[in-house]
């Protein structure tokens, strides 16, 4: 009988590592937005912009892949304002293009299916190590003790980040990853992107993660460059006065 008790805890204990490796983690991530134009004297927009925008993610990862892509609570609806003279408009518009982002970090690779503009990308990059730093603060989340982790982005903005240990995939929001756990909460110093989980459900994902495989194939350098360029065009065929918000 004794054997047989310690053969069932072996098996429940080697059932409970393998789920700490898979699962499925919801996020709110909200954008602040400071949009800056030239106008004429006496034309004030301010309060027509939004302040911010949030959206819903979903996470699944394994031990060894992940995909961050849009919830379905996402409200999928386009917004359009104008001046009261009809001479500027603003255009908050959502993308029909699934935003998928697909990691693999034994291969150290992304590919990242996005739209812009009616038209379908896939960006793939290799992955670079991000320079954390861990801080040694640490707080409980979600039920999970987190620990403090601090960057320099490329665009030399301080990115803080918590991390889970006790979910062991280096997963993580969007572009963000590679420390020793799933981070749960991420920010930049100047608050302008929050990113916070809202529920975690470990349990094996691994049939649900697929690498996205729509839209033009091109290099990030690539993708920048058709973006500035549509943008040009958009702005002489509005005569220079119109934005365009696309999440």
Not at 109 to 124: L, N, S
Request: net charge negative; proline share 2%.
């Amino acid at each position: 009988m004794k054997n047989i008790i310690i053969a069932i805890g072996l098996c429940f204990s080697m059932l409970f590592v393998q789920a700490q490796d898979s699962g499925q983690i919801k996020y709110k991530e909200t954008i602040k937005l400071d949009i800056q134009m030239d106008l004429p004297d006496g034309i004030d927009l301010q309060g027509m912009f939004p302040e911010s925008q949030t959206v819903y993610k979903d996470l699944l990862f394994t031990k060894n892949e992940s995909v961050y892509k849009d919830a379905a609570e996402n409200e999928n609806t386009d917004q359009e304002m104008s001046s009261d003279d009809g001479s500027i408009k603003i255009v908050i518009q959502q993308s029909e293009t699934d935003d998928i982002l697909y990691t693999n970090i034994s291969e150290k690779k992304t590919v990242h299916q996005t739209g812009f503009m009616g038209k379908e990308f896939r960006i793939i990059e290799k992955i670079e190590r991000a320079k954390w730093r861990l801080s040694g603060e640490k707080i409980k989340y979600l039920g999970y003790e987190c620990q403090k982790a601090v960057m320099i982005d490329e665009e030399d903005q301080e990115v803080i980040a918590w991390f889970t240990p006790e979910i062991s995939t280096q997963v993580g929001p969007s572009h963000y990853g590679l420390l020793p756990g799933a981070i749960l909460m991420l920010s930049t110093a100047d608050k302008k992107l929050e990113i916070m989980a809202t529920e975690i459900v470990l349990k094996d994902v691994s049939s649900d993660i697929k690498i996205p495989s729509k839209g033009q194939k091109v290099t990030q350098e690539e993708y920048k460059k058709i973006v500035e360029e549509k943008t040009k065009e958009m702005e002489e065929m509005m005569g220079g006065r119109s934005i365009i918000i696309g999440n």
